[in-house]
């Protein structure tokens, strides 16, 4: 399998994630491209830290609207215990926009990434942290076999080594500690710190913490390709505007 996601991406698409929408580095691409700074804007019910996050929205309503802005993908949280999220919710706004969507969980098996092409995501989340070499790579080759791209997250300069010669397709640094499930206070620095320790032309996420759109611009001129965000974007006042404001960062920052 070849590194830096050089495979066939036409036989990818023709499997079954994400259903006639481009890969979500594709979709990072194409924003890129019409100047936009690539933003994943996420669907989380709740966190330890926050408490809920919908305020009696509706998350498939919600993620419409969010798609309805020039947002590079959508990201569902499906953990329950700390988030509320389930995988009918995964289902429900894959089926509702037109974006890829990516799923974030913990997943460890090849059945998880089974049941999140079945449930209509183009991109699943894998930690380092949680998971050996070996299990890595069996489940970059399910996700590939599955049409599914594979973001693999590190939160430290040893994790990013670990999996610099694995066959994935998006880098993401995670800003917080997921390991104490978001309760830490953190910010852009864990990805201006780490981002020059990324080798090579994959595409780097910085994830989590970024509030503002002088975040976006601190995470961008550090050296990454689009961010993800979840608490900033469901506590807004007005989602929408929240997110035309961080894409019009613009790119190239
Ligand atoms: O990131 C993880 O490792 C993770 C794994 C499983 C479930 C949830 C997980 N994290 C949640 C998030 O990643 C954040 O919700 C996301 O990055 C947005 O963060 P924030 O903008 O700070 O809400």
Redesign the pocket.
Known sequence: MPVDGNFDREKMEARCGGRGKPPLSASIRMRQRSGLFPVIS?I?VR?DKEGDLLRGRDPVALAQEMSQRPVAGI?V?T?PGH?GGHMGLLKEVAAAVGVPVLH???ITTERQVQESADCGASAI?L?TAMLDLRQMTRLIEAARDCGLETLV?GHDAAEIRKIEHLPFDLRGI?N?D?TVF?VDDSDVSRTEELAGFCRGSRILIS????RSAADVRRAGRSGADAV?????VLKAENVGSFLDELVAVGWPV
């Open positions: 996420e989380k966190s990201s949280v953990e988030f974030k969980d913990f989340l930690i997250e995670n917080r997921i978001e994830e989590s913490s970024i993800l965000v979840g608490t900033a």
